[in-house]
């Protein structure tokens, strides 16, 4: 249901209906008009905040036109029992909503057809089509923006026009209502005409797909990172964004679901969204040579198809995960790993991914988390718990929050000598499990319980005049970046692809905006409160660097945050034991391992505390150049050689190509034309031997 606020106007709705009934059968004016008020305003609401309700039900065939017309034949029937079926109100009334509905038709039909007329077959970002085809405005939002929802509420003139009518006694108030909302449906059919002319719609199909080629041939990508999935994947593509920024070759980002482009991260990269398999198959890629994969999906066999690229999966992320040994990854030409770690974990798996096809690239995405340099004399340690989320299934391995979240805290909140503790959980958290959920409230309860308690005790001090300074810093802050960010949403998809190229400077001034931000949000309170922080700022990563150690589960955070060489814990939330624990989940040799109680937590603070006498110092070490590879030269060095070598294969097959063809004359220029097809030789018949 969301929130509190949209329970309430989901009861009040659900029950403003039978009032409505009953105020009729009364029969009761004042009492129709409150009850009406009531569910025109909850109705209003819920579809303004997107309401699961509001789907629901739709899905049991009470969705909004329903429910408008049930409490227009309310009205009908309270007029009827108000002994004016005799009035020409009445019948003036049951006019007006038979014309009120003939209206939707021509109104549904005109929105749809102009949004059906505004759809690109290809969306883009970064990429110059303005001057190549034109692509008008789109139409007002006030036009198309949940237009069922505004086209029904113009009854509400009529409504209350016949109300007060039947109120007064007065037919000429009653038909004044009628005529507004007959007047108003009309304009706003009308309004919509003009936008399925030609000159108010883009392109045909064919026009903005040559435009798009004719774009590719004077950019001439190289280098295209590939990918499909659904709105919550989106993350998996985010993530590879700033090294595709930092590639030696020219880069290309090629999507295959609207809504991935929509949750998109800025970048300075050429975006191509093309939904339709045919369009993507018949687009000119011809310059490419690497090609690269985020996930493991069906669709990538349109892109796998093309044999002039080399085609590689990079997966999003790193952990000992059974996806990182997904069996459909050994249709690439390569698939590229951090370390050495993912080079043995196909090894072991043996799923059909040979060792020669595996490099070891690194983690690009990692350069932000610093190395741990110890505890600052000045302040006390932090602690991140950073638990994984609950997972589709019931596994209790999945997640340490249901069965050790509260005792960790419990015991780090409770430490001595003190520690400050972060809590950031996953975003999916509690999406799945009712129990996550309520384990992730008592969770933050007692954060902000002990951050409560610590804020009253007299040992803890706070820098007030530090803190005032760095909250007017982060408003100044938040303030450009709502300047620089609001306003860039284009009415439509075709508007937002005419005007979707970066503005450079724009891009590197939020970039170094947000790393400001991130920077005065840490002194805006003292080093010493607890935190929950959920949401997309801070970012994980900005996590790791404040904190001196972390808790977390079996999930790719713990292999990144490897990288920073801090003593970390690992929850043994299955009670697999220690040994069959660290057989099984690599990235856990060189981790504190929790139980469910967390006793062993003291052996992570001490680590903490005292640096030089944490035996698990270099196994840390070890395991970092294990699982993420060396740390020079830089991953973003090793991932450009990797892609230049790859990308001189590619050109080195299709050079050999051309030559067999050359040599080969036309029989075999056919035969590599029609894969799967051979010439005809002398004597044969539809490429069948006779006789």
Not at 523 to 538: L, M, Y
């Amino acid at each position: 249901m969301g929130s509190a606020a949209e329970l309430a106007a989901a009861v009040l709705m659900m029950l403003g209906f039978p009032c409505l009934m009953l105020a009729a059968l009364v029969p009761s004016i004042p009492a129709f008009a409150a009850a009406a008020a009531v569910t025109y305003l909850a109705d209003h609401y819920l579809h303004r905040k997107g309401s699961y309700l509001v789907s629901r039900l739709s899905k049991v065939r009470a969705g909004l036109s329903i429910r408008f017309l049930i409490r227009q034949l309310l009205l009908i029937l309270l007029l009827a029992r108000l002994s004016l079926a005799d009035n020409l109100i009445y019948y003036g009334a049951i006019a007006c909503f038979i014309a009120f509905y003939g209206l939707q038709a021509p109104h549904g039909a005109l929105t749809t057809l102009i949004r059906n007329r505004r759809r690109m077959p290809v969306a883009t970002r970064n990429v110059d089509l303005a001057s190549r085809i034109r692509i008008p405005d789109a139409p007002p939002r006030l036009l198309l923006d949940r237009p069922a929802e505004k086209m029904l509420h113009l009854d509400l003139a009529a409504v209350t026009g016949i109300l007060a009518g039947a109120a007064l006694e007065s037919a000429a108030v009653g038909y004044t209502g009628i005529g507004v909302t007959l007047a108003l449906s009309i304009l706003y059919v009308l309004a919509l005409v003009p936008y399925v002319r030609g000159g108010k719609t883009p392109p045909k199909a064919e026009k903005v797909l040559a435009a798009v080629d004719d774009w590719l041939r004077e950019y001439r990508p190289e280098t295209v990172l590939y990918f499909s999935g659904s709105k919550d994947s989106a993350y998996q593509v985010n993530m590879w964004l700033e090294t595709m920024e930092q590639l030696d070759t020219r880069p290309l980002i090629i999507l295959r679901e609207r809504v991935i482009l929509q949750n998109l991260a800025p970048t300075t990269v050429p975006v191509v969204c093309v939904p339709g398999g045919v369009h993507l198959m018949n687009m000119d890629l011809s310059t490419v040579r690497v090609a690269l994969y985020a996930a493991n999906v069906g669709k990538n066999i349109h892109l796998l198809r093309v044999p002039t690229m080399r085609h590689v999966f990079i997966g999003h992320g790193d952990s000992d995960k059974l996806a990182s040994v997904n069996p459909f990854s050994k249709v690439y030409d390569e698939v590229w790993t951090a370390g050495r770690a993912g080079r043995d974990r196909y090894a072991i798996a043996d799923v059909g991914v040979r060792d020669e096809d595996i490099v070891e690239v690194g983690r690009p995405q990692l350069a932000p988390i610093r190395t741990w340099q110890g505890v600052p004399g000045d302040r006390m340690p932090t602690i991140l718990y950073a638990p994984t989320w609950e997972g589709w299934d019931d596994n209790p391995g999945n997640t340490s929050i249901l069965l050790a979240g509260e005792n960790i805290v419990k015991r780090l909140v409770e430490a001595d000598p003190a520690v400050r503790v972060l809590y950031k959980p996953h975003p999916f958290t509690g999406t799945r499990s009712p129990q996550a959920k309520a384990a992730h409230q008592r969770i933050t309860a007692l954060i902000e319980a002990a951050a409560a308690e610590r804020a009253a005790d007299a040992r803890f001090t706070a820098d007030t005049a530090a803190r005032t300074q760095a909250g007017a810093e982060l408003a100044r802050i938040e303030a450009r970046l709502a300047e620089l960010t609001g306003g860039t949403e284009r009415g439509d998809e075709a508007e937002a692809t005419r005007d979707g190229l970066v503005d450079v400077a724009r891009h590197e001034e939020i970039a170094r905006l947000r790393a400001e931000w991130n920077t005065a949000y840490w002194r805006s309170f003292p080093d010493w409160e607890h935190r929950v922080i959920t949401g997309a700022e801070p970012r994980l990563y900005d996590c790791f660097n404040v904190s001196d150690a972390m808790v977390s589960d079996i999930s790719s955070v713990v292999s990144d945050f490897i990288a920073s060489g801090k003593p970390y814990a690992v929850t043994d939330s299955a009670g697999l034991g220690v040994e069959e624990f660290k057989r099984q989940n690599t990235a856990v040799r060189a981790a504190v391992i929790l139980s469910n109680d967390a006793a062993e937590l003291d052996a992570l603070l001490e680590a903490v505390r005292v640096p030089d006498a944490d035996p698990l110092a270099e196994d840390r070490r070890e395991l970092k150049r294990y699982l993420l590879g060396p740390d020079e030269p830089k991953s973003i060095d090793q991932f450009n050689t990797a892609v230049a070598q790859l990308a001189l294969k590619a050109e080195t097959r299709n050079l050999g190509q051309e030559s067999r063809i050359t040599v080969g004359g036309p029989d075999v220029e056919l035969a590599d034309a029609l894969p799967g097809q051979r010439a005809s030789a002398p004597g044969d018949t539809d490429g069948a031997p006779t006789g």
